[in-house]
């Protein structure tokens, strides 16, 4: 599960792609301000496979199949089991054709005490940027691109905290995953592996990251004293996904 990350230095995460993919990248000024609490809706800059090769588009977070447009209730879906990805009709067809890289340096999870929602960063070792396993859809029927990020089991240390974690992927494995040619099973499955424990870092973080509207450096404050007992305001979302 994947609902809310943080892309506070985008020139740098997305240098470490540029690098990954041996192609300049340049994200659009309006792209370069810190985001601290990005969430479902935002749109936020992706590399994706183009005309002329790997470029930094803007898509929409919680992607919506074509074949669902015209649907009344209409759904987005933040994530995509990778398990399920490769044969589910929602996923089928973007996960052979259409993967992406999500640029980020850290996301979050929830730790639940009673009434209180205690929010966790994790990030690489040494707060390095690296990409989410992404797929996305194109725009149409009024709606832009939209992307969701690939989940997997959880290793050692984010299960300590949720049953599902983002498939994250460092620079040396970027270039095998972004294009549009279909992967052979031995490499999605190797792609889509829990990301080793022993090479992330986790700390806790302010509650003020709690409100989805909330952006700044203050989300990764140091967090409160647990004996401040005011629930929190806005419950995190848990899909199920």
Known sequence: MCVRYTLHDVNEAIAVIAMALARKLIPPPSWVDPRYNITLTNTVPVAASGSGGAEIRGMRW??????????????????AKAEKAQKSPTWRDATKHRRCLVPANGFYEWETVGSM???HL???????????????????????????ILTTQPN???GKFHDRMPVLLPADRMARWIGADTLEDSVFAEL????????????????????????????HGPPEPRNL??????PQMDLGI
Request: with cysteine.
């Open 62 to 79: 919680g992607f919506i199949p074509t074949f669902q447009r015209k649907v009344e209730d209409l759904r987005m879906w933040p994530n």
């Open 117 to 119: 929602k205690y929010p």
């Open 122 to 148: 994790f990030t690489l070792k040494d707060a390095v940027p690296f990409a989410f396993a992404g797929i996305w859809e194109p725009a149409g029927d009024g709606l832009p691109e939209t992307f969701a």
């Open 156 to 158: 050692s240390l984010v």
């Open 192 to 219: 889509t592996q829990p990301y080793p424990p022993e090479r992330m870092a986790e700390r806790e973080v302010s509650r003020y990251l709690n409100k989805s509207s909330n952006q700044g450096p203050e989300c």
């Open 229 to 234: 007992k005011k629930p929190d305001s806005e």
